[in-house]
Nanobody
Framework: QVQLVESGGDLVQPGGSLRLSCAAS????????MGWYRQAPGKEREVVAA???????NYADSVKGRFTISRDNAKNTVYLEMNSLKPEDTAVYYC????????????WGQGTQVTVSS
């Protein structure tokens, strides 16, 4: 059974930091591109960052220089280090796993709430 379990969401003041974790199970983690998405109230879900099986990373322009995505294939876990948080970073953050093979494998976690407010 595929599972993606996010953790680490919290209420934090502007300028603060958080680290999100996503523990994966039920699939070959090392093959998958792992990503973090977020969805704010009234807005569409958007990609925040992604990391390939080889470790190549990509970021949304809005988080470049502030967020860092990383993965530990031995622990089947992907992380999102978030620094210099802004109120506009407030959203539910979702973990995503994707692998393009003969068909597309695409899995989602349940989300974790990040609130940036004073």
């Amino acid at each position: 059974q595929v599972q993606l379990v996010e953790s680490g969401g919290d209420l934090v003041q502007p300028g603060g930091s958080l680290r999100l974790s996503c523990a994966a199970s039920g699939f070959i983690f090392s093959r998958f591109v792992m990503g973090w998405y977020r969805q704010a109230p009234g807005k569409e879900r958007e990609v925040v960052a992604a990391i390939t099986s080889g470790g190549t990373t990509n970021y949304a322009d809005s988080v470049k220089g502030r967020f860092t995505i990383s993965r530990d294939n031995a622990k089947n876990t992907v992380y999102l280090e978030m620094n210099s948080l802004k109120p506009e970073d407030t959203a539910v953050y979702y973990c995503n796993a994707r692998w393009l093979a003969i068909r597309t494998y695409n899995y989602w976690g349940q989300g974790t709430q990040v609130t940036v407010s004073s």
